[in-house]
């Protein structure tokens, strides 16, 4: 709600204050002159009583306005800081992804991408299920997934970044892979469950 909010820094403020301690002077005098047919000690007291009066409240407002002022500079400076760390966060998801750790996911996930449309449904699941280490890289993408999905619903990692970095990725891998979750999904129900954010994510993104 206060994303959008900016303090102006051109406004005088405090030039403000002056003038309406000098309007509170002059208004005062006039008082101090028109109260009583004749100057007099009572004349003094009532001007003396408007001005500190409506002083005060001058200078109660611009304590109010500094602090308001200060407090809205601190807000954007955290909400800038947290925007700057969730950008971060995304970052180094999108650079995991490119790193050597996911080198052979990646390498499993490209080979299957070649060789999908000459494949049925029941070879692509049969060629999984066959190939241990094809499968686990299956499995440690879901889990990769499965944490961006988690980053984005606790606000950790900017979301918008990581779509715009990830959707297409994400998309493919819905493709190329839909028979098998399929396959998952009707043979262990349980374990299908596991990777529900990953697949919360497919859903979202497609």
Known sequence: MFRNLQINKTVPVIHFLWL??????????????????????NSFVEASKFFFIVSGAGFV??????????????????QTNQEIEKKKVALQFLGK???DQFKEKRKFYRNTRKIINNLTKNELIEKIENDSKHRNALLDIANF???????????????????????????SIKETY???????????????NQYGPFFNLLEKWK
Do not use: M, R
């Open 61 to 78: 407002a611009f304590t109010s306005y500094c602090q308001w002022n200060t407090s809205l500079i601190n807000l954007n400076f955290l």
């Open 145 to 171: 997934f499965e944490d961006v999905e988690q980053s984005i619903n606790f606000d950790i990692a900017d979301e918008q970044l990581l779509e715009h970095g990830f959707k297409p990725l994400v998309i």
């Open 20 to 41: 309406w301690i000098i309007f509170d002077f002059f208004v005062s005098i006039i008082i101090f002159i028109y109260y009583d047919s004749h100057i007099s000690i």
């Open 178 to 192: 839909e028979a098998w979750f399929l396959h998952l999904k009707s043979t262990d129900q349980k374990y299908y």
């Open 97 to 99: 992804w490119d790193s």
